[in-house]
């Protein structure tokens, strides 16, 4: 859990919730619906910029219909009901990630998962869009759409195509900036 201080406040920036305490094997769709409400209580906790972490060390398996429940509801939730918040997994094993994908590609979903310290897409993805992803996770700082374009070598059309898609995803943040002549852009991170 990362806390910053504001002040008088303090604020949780991200929560883990470590899947294993509900088993190595997770099946149905009632025990997601468990799990779903413990999230989403911690995702009512967490501010803007927060992010919540389903950690799945220890969780051997889990099906495809846990999968759909807990994750896919989880993920729709996210761009109205707890808009501005990222949710990640992390540590799942070949079977956990083989039926958390198909599980994601069925409701036409993505959501980042972090792998060996690095971010990457789960899910319904397209290349181009993993693509846009990975610039903006291994950027050190926000990066605009004019920077997109010349990494990706594609006029800004395109970029900005896929970054409305990202962000209404939830899978990239978007910013209000100010360029160096003075004029508003967009900036992008991701879990920054």
């Known amino acids: 859990m990362t806390k910053i201080h504001t002040g008088d406040t303090v604020k949780v920036m991200d929560e883990r919730l470590g899947l294993c305490k509900w088993g190595a094997q997770l099946w149905t769709r009632e025990l997601a619906r468990e799990i779903r409400t413990e999230l989403e209580k911690m995702m009512d906790r967490l501010p803007g910029g927060g992010v919540a972490i389903i950690d799945a060390k220890g969780v051997e398996v889990f099906d495809y219909s846990f999968a759909n429940e807990l994750f896919g509801k989880s993920l729709l939730a996210l ?114």
């Open 79 to 192: 761009p109205g009901e707890y808009a501005q918040r990222f949710l990640i997994v992390e540590n799942l094993t070949g079977y956990t990630r083989e039926n958390l994908s198909r599980a994601l590609e069925s409701l036409n979903l993505a959501m980042i998962e972090r792998k060996a310290g690095k971010l990457q897409l789960i899910g319904k993805v397209h290349p181009s869009d993993q693509a846009t992803f990975s610039i903006i996770a291994n950027a050190s700082e926000p990066v605009t759409a004019t920077f997109l374009k010349d990494r990706l070598g594609i006029n800004v059309t395109a970029v900005n195509e896929r970054l409305s898609k990202l962000t209404a995803l939830a899978l990239v943040r978007r910013h209000a900036g100010v360029s160096p002549a003075g004029r508003q852009q967009y900036l992008y991170s991701v879990l920054s």
